[in-house]
């Protein structure tokens, strides 16, 4: 095995988590976006655990918003994704927002959910650039950055949504894509003042070769 088909099969079994969800609104047993992001988390959370090819992989879930008026407050993200990977010479800790939007392919947003997400897309990148949606749907997850909702409401979002889930895992775990200063260490620097998103989930991947840990180092533009 080796660092790329193991970062595949993670991916996989993301995508399998995925997919078990999606089977699961198919069929009516999670309904809205809340209770889809939260089973969607949940199976990400017992599939990315345990060895896959020479990495062992461990998640856990990170305290978020402390309720209704926090979630209200956080309009940007549903899902803050941190990923820590040191196995095959590389290391990495880095993190993505999420926003997610449960809409059948061929249909549209309305007009005002369309500018809501544009606003929750410009909170997030506002923050940071590795900002994401995601587009729930019976026949699938797609994903898109959060850019391509930056300047207008699109209604359209499934044309704005390129990727599958195991495109977007891929690219996550290879380490394309994330930004460095979303990580543990600085959750509560980064994201205070404002309340922490509605879900955070934090995945660890240790392998061979593993590289020292470097040094914390403070938020740019944050130091005391």
């Not at 997919?19 to 969607?40: C, F, M, R």
């Not at 380490?175 to 600085?186: H, K, M, Q, S, V």
Request: hydrophobic residues 35%.
């Amino acid at each position: 095995m080796s660092f790329e088909q193991d970062v595949e099969e993670a991916a996989l079994r993301a995508a399998n988590a995925c997919d078990a969800v999606v089977k699961k609104y198919a069929e009516s047993d999670v309904v809205d976006e809340p209770n889809i992001t939260g089973a969607l988390l949940g199976q990400l959370d017992a599939r990315l655990d345990g060895t896959i090819g020479k990495i062992e992989w461990k998640s856990r879930f990170v305290r978020g918003g402390p309720g209704k008026a926090a979630e209200e407050s956080w309009v940007g993200a549903d899902i803050l994704l941190n990923v820590r990977l040191n196995a095959y010479g590389r290391y990495y800790d880095k993190g993505v927002l999420i926003q997610s939007k449960r809409l059948e392919e061929n249909k549209e947003l309305s007009k005002s959910e369309a500018d809501r997400l544009h606003k929750q897309c410009r909170d997030m990148i506002n923050r940071t650039y590795a900002a994401y949606v995601f587009v729930y749907a019976t026949t699938g997850i797609r994903c898109g950055g959060a850019a391509s909702f930056y300047d207008f409401p699109d209604q359209n979002i499934h044309g704005s949504c390129p990727w599958s889930s195991y495109q977007f895992f891929t690219e996550l775990f290879r380490c394309p894509i994330g930004d460095p200063l979303l990580r543990e260490a600085n959750f509560e620097t980064i994201l205070a003042p404002e309340p922490q998103p509605r879900h955070i989930l934090f995945v660890e991947a240790i392998g061979p070769e593993p590289r020292p840990a470097p040094p914390s180092e403070p938020v740019p533009g944050m130091e005391p």
